[in-house]
């Protein structure tokens, strides 16, 4: 038998070699996510509409608090989206900008979204993982409490929430933060049950690791498949549970505005022929939510190769 | 005589079973998993632990470990008891008692580098060494297990299962510890791997003067490595001694028939006339059988034997049993006949 010398060489440079570099699964999750082309698209215009949150206001021609003097009284006639005046997307009923509300009304749904899942990945997570880890009577006490919160009628306390102490952002997210996190602690304490009685926790309690350290180092990192996954189909939900107290008249506050508080105007307007005052909201409103749904629908694909 | 690195006296573990559907406030069943075991285990020396599933086998490591809430006494060399210890003071002895799991995947957490994986008993109980340090050692310990140092950046799953064990032994052995437990180590290798694990274990344990518990029911796996061996039935013990005392001449009639299974690699070898069949299941833990709890399967059972509790007698060969020595061909054909009944 021959051997290669080349062959061999480049063998022996290989075994030399300083660490070879892992796969970790996050990696191999990448790389199924990357090939999922509806994910894809839904992760481009989930990209396209954060950037348009984030940058539009440097292209609008208005400011999102002027009033266009010229189109006020004959919005239906002159206040039409056109790319002379600068109004792209049109005018509102009081002649303002509509690109400008578009973009101000974006950031602020995303933000509410966006706020809403962290709070709800944060608390529901760490709670979620300690009830279910710790068990025994603490889980008892922990998932009742979560039980009764979840009895409430979420909607009419936030609700009651906003007309008591006045209707402000913080208010907002305070209460969806408040009913965001329950579904999230259960979804956790339940794959923590699953996880608990596995080997490698077993020998990470066998060797001393702190309790603590094996929720946070064991525990947490295993549940973040199903919790990403949860988290992407969370944030449509509150930007849905914020558009819908807008629309009600209860949620943000003019001067500030978001997706349901323009939705809500433009379908007051609707039969006097502005139908761009609905349409360009209810656009970005939809688009984002089928790009979350997507994304979150990819996510679980990647991460969990073999629930197909 | 040299004091026992561990002196287990009556170890016992018991569950609470709460029945499907009972009242909150009705008392639970206990069920005696382990139900007093005692031995002794001296610095370096391997104990095989035997026994059909359901025994305790594994309980009883978990008990040794700190796993399980268990009762009775379990002296360390250093006359400390470690069973009536708290969690802080048994955290001195864990570096010093470590396991090895029996799913060589399952026990490796997915989301951790081989590295991580290994230099976390370290970083728990050494924690004043420089990250550097615990990398040199880490991939000091791999090289010893006979895995390629470079590999440390990988994940578990890019590992074979043989492989995959390697590194759980090597977490369990880079803190230097002076006894190590291994709950089924090789039942989930193939047959060529098991033996490369086995002399791997045999190597290090010569290497650092580990003491081994060695938990398997495979018997020729048991008989190669242990010095002394247990054998175990429903929890309790039923004989133990010096590995090839106890495989020449076993006492008890559960060893017998436990040896008499044991495949012989031989086509022509006659199975039926040389298997004592034991009749029926084992006894559930939660009702077990009075007396003896081996009776209501044993082939030389008595009305004594439902009475009294057998004790462990002998020196260095011990039996519990009220009627020790080799089956008679006449115990022997009435077990085949129970059997075949």
């Given at each position: 038998?021959?051997?290669?010398?080349?062959?061999?060489?480049?063998?022996?440079?290989?075994?030399?070699?300083?660490?070879?570099?892992?796969?970790?699964?996050?990696?191999?999750?990448?790389?199924?996510?990357?090939?999922?082309?509806?994910?894809?698209?839904?992760?481009?215009?989930?990209?396209?509409?954060?950037?348009?949150?984030?940058?539009?206001?440097?292209?609008?021609?208005?400011?999102?608090?002027?009033?266009?003097?010229?189109?006020?009284?004959?919005?239906?006639?002159?206040?039409?989206?056109?790319?002379?005046?600068?109004?792209?997307?049109?005018?509102?009923?009081?002649?303002?900008?509509?690109?400008?509300?578009?973009?101000?009304?974006?950031?602020?749904?995303?933000?509410?979204?966006?706020?809403?899942?962290?709070?709800?990945?944060?608390v529901g997570?760490?709670y979620g993982a300690t009830a279910g880890y710790v068990g025994g009577r603490t889980d008892q006490i922990m998932m009742r409490a979560v039980d009764i919160l979840m009895s409430i009628?979420?909607?009419?306390?936030?609700?009651?929430?906003?007309?008591?102490?006045?209707?402000?952002?913080?208010?907002?997210?305070?209460?969806?933060?408040l009913i965001?996190w329950l579904d999230m602690s259960r979804i956790v304490r339940g794959?923590t049950l699953?996880?608990?009685?596995?080997?490698?926790?077993?020998?990470?309690?066998?060797?001393?690791?702190?309790?603590?350290?094996?929720?946070?180092?064991?525990?947490?990192?295993?549940?973040?498949?199903?919790?990403?996954?949860?988290?992407?189909?969370?944030?449509?939900?509150?930007?849905?549970?914020?558009?819908?107290?807008?629309?009600?008249?209860?949620?943000?506050?003019?001067?500030?505005?978001?997706?349901?508080?323009?939705?809500?105007?433009?379908?007051?307007?609707?039969?006097?022929?502005?139908?761009?005052?609905?349409?360009?909201?209810?656009?970005?409103?939809?688009?984002?939510?089928?790009?979350?749904?997507?994304?979150?629908?990819?996510?679980?694909?990647?991460?969990?190769?073999?629930?197909? | 005589?040299?004091?026992?690195?561990?002196?287990?006296?009556?170890?016992?573990?018991?569950?609470?079973?709460?029945?499907?559907?009972?009242?909150p406030?009705?008392?639970?069943?206990?069920?005696?998993?382990?139900?007093?075991?005692?031995?002794?285990?001296?610095?370096?020396?391997?104990?095989?632990?035997?026994?059909?599933?359901?025994?305790?086998?594994?309980?009883?490591?978990?008990?040794?470990?700190?796993?399980?809430?268990?009762?009775?006494?379990?002296?360390?060399?250093?006359?400390?008891?470690?069973?009536?210890?708290?969690?802080?003071?048994?955290?001195?002895?864990?570096?010093?008692?470590?396991?090895?799991?029996?799913?060589?995947?399952?026990?490796?957490?997915?989301?951790?580098?081989?590295?991580?994986?290994?230099?976390?008993?370290?970083?728990?109980?050494?924690?004043?060494?420089?990250?550097?340090?615990?990398?040199?050692?880490?991939?000091?310990?791999?090289?010893?297990?006979?895995?390629?140092?470079?590999?440390?950046?990988?994940?578990?799953?890019?590992?074979?299962?043989?492989?995959?064990?390697?590194?759980?032994?090597?977490?369990?052995?880079?803190?230097?510890?002076?006894?190590?437990?291994?709950?089924?180590?090789?039942?989930?290798?193939?047959?060529?791997?098991?033996?490369?694990?086995?002399?791997?274990?045999?190597?290090?344990?010569?290497?650092?003067?580990?003491?081994?518990?060695?938990?398997?029911?495979?018997?020729?796996?048991?008989?190669?490595?242990?010095?002394?061996?247990?054998?175990?039935?429903?929890?309790?013990?039923?004989?133990?001694?010096?590995?090839?005392?106890?495989?020449?001449?076993?006492?008890?009639?559960?060893?017998?028939?436990?040896?008499?299974?044991?495949?012989?690699?031989?086509?022509?070898?006659?199975?039926?006339?040389?298997?004592?069949?034991?009749?029926?299941?084992?006894?559930?833990?939660?009702?077990?059988?009075?007396?003896?709890?081996?009776?209501?399967?044993?082939?030389?059972?008595?009305?004594?034997?439902?009475?009294?509790?057998?004790?462990?007698?002998?020196?260095?060969?011990?039996?519990?049993?009220?009627?020790?020595?080799?089956?008679?061909?006449?115990?022997?054909?009435?077990?085949?006949?129970?059997?075949?009944?």
């Amino acid at each position: 038998m021959v051997i290669q010398q080349d062959k061999m060489q480049s063998l022996a440079a290989r075994m030399a070699q300083d660490e070879v570099k892992g796969r970790s699964p996050w990696a191999d999750a990448r790389k199924r996510f990357f090939r999922n082309k509806a994910a894809m698209t839904g992760l481009i215009i989930l990209i396209a509409v954060a950037l348009f949150a984030l940058l539009g206001g440097y292209f609008a021609q208005w400011s999102n608090e002027d009033l266009d003097f010229t189109v006020m009284g004959q919005v239906a006639t002159m206040g039409a989206p056109s790319l002379e005046n600068g109004h792209y997307f049109g005018t509102d009923d009081l002649g303002r900008d509509l690109f400008a509300r578009t973009v101000q009304g974006t950031q602020i749904s995303l933000m509410v979204g966006i706020v809403g899942a962290a709070i709800a990945v944060i608390v529901g997570t760490l709670y979620g993982a300690t009830a279910g880890y710790v068990g025994g009577r603490t889980d008892q006490i922990m998932m009742r409490a979560v039980d009764i919160l979840m009895s409430i009628p979420y909607m009419f306390v936030l609700i009651l929430l906003l007309v008591m102490f006045g209707r402000s952002i913080a208010m907002l997210f305070l209460g969806i933060g408040l009913i965001s996190w329950l579904d999230m602690s259960r979804i956790v304490r339940g794959q923590t049950l699953s996880l608990k009685n596995r080997e490698f926790i077993e020998a990470a309690r066998a060797t001393g690791v702190p309790s603590w350290k094996i929720i946070l180092r064991h525990i947490v990192p295993n549940l973040l498949g199903v919790v990403a996954v949860y988290a992407t189909l969370l944030v449509p939900l509150m930007i849905l549970t914020e558009s819908f107290i807008s629309f009600l008249g209860l949620g943000v506050q003019e001067p500030l505005t978001s997706w349901g508080a323009l939705i809500s105007e433009g379908a007051g307007t609707m039969n006097y022929g502005t139908l761009w005052q609905l349409a360009f909201p209810l656009f970005f409103f939809v688009i984002t939510l089928f790009g979350f749904f997507f994304v979150g629908d990819g996510l679980r694909d990647a991460l969990d190769p073999k629930d197909r | 005589m040299t004091k026992p690195l561990l002196d287990v006296r009556d170890l016992r573990v018991t569950f609470q079973i709460r029945r499907e559907g009972a009242m909150p406030w009705s008392a639970p069943t206990p069920l005696h998993a382990v139900g007093g075991v005692d031995f002794s285990l001296n610095p370096g020396e391997t104990l095989g632990v035997v026994g059909e599933s359901g025994c305790g086998k594994s309980t009883l490591a978990r008990a040794l470990i700190g796993l399980v809430p268990a009762t009775g006494r379990a002296e360390w060399i250093d006359s400390k008891d470690l069973v009536a210890m708290t969690p802080r003071q048994m955290m001195r002895y864990r570096s010093d008692i470590q396991m090895v799991f029996q799913d060589p995947l399952a026990s490796l957490n997915p989301r951790m580098t081989v590295g991580q994986i290994i230099a976390e008993p370290l970083k728990t109980h050494r924690p004043g060494l420089s990250s550097a340090e615990v990398k040199t050692r880490v991939k000091a310990m791999m090289e010893k297990v006979g895995l390629l140092p470079n590999q440390i950046n990988r994940y578990p799953h890019e590992f074979s299962g043989g492989q995959c064990q390697r590194i759980g032994i090597a977490r369990a052995l880079i803190v230097e510890p002076k006894l190590i437990i291994c709950d089924e180590p090789v039942s989930a290798l193939d047959v060529s791997i098991q033996a490369q694990v086995i002399n791997l274990l045999i190597r290090l344990q010569k290497e650092l003067g580990l003491a081994l518990v060695f938990i398997a029911h495979d018997l020729s796996v048991v008989k190669h490595i242990s010095d002394r061996v247990m054998v175990l039935y429903l929890g309790k013990v039923m004989e133990i001694g010096s590995s090839d005392d106890l495989f020449a001449d076993p006492q008890h009639p559960y060893t017998q028939a436990l040896l008499s299974a044991v495949p012989v690699p031989d086509p022509d070898h006659d199975v039926a006339g040389s298997v004592v069949p034991l009749s029926g299941d084992l006894p559930s833990p939660m009702n077990p059988p009075s007396g003896c709890v081996f009776r209501t399967r044993c082939p030389r059972a008595q009305a004594a034997c439902a009475e009294q509790v057998p004790a462990l007698m002998g020196q260095d060969h011990r039996t519990a049993c009220h009627f020790p020595g080799p089956l008679t061909e006449e115990e022997i054909a009435r077990a085949r006949k129970t059997e075949a009944a």
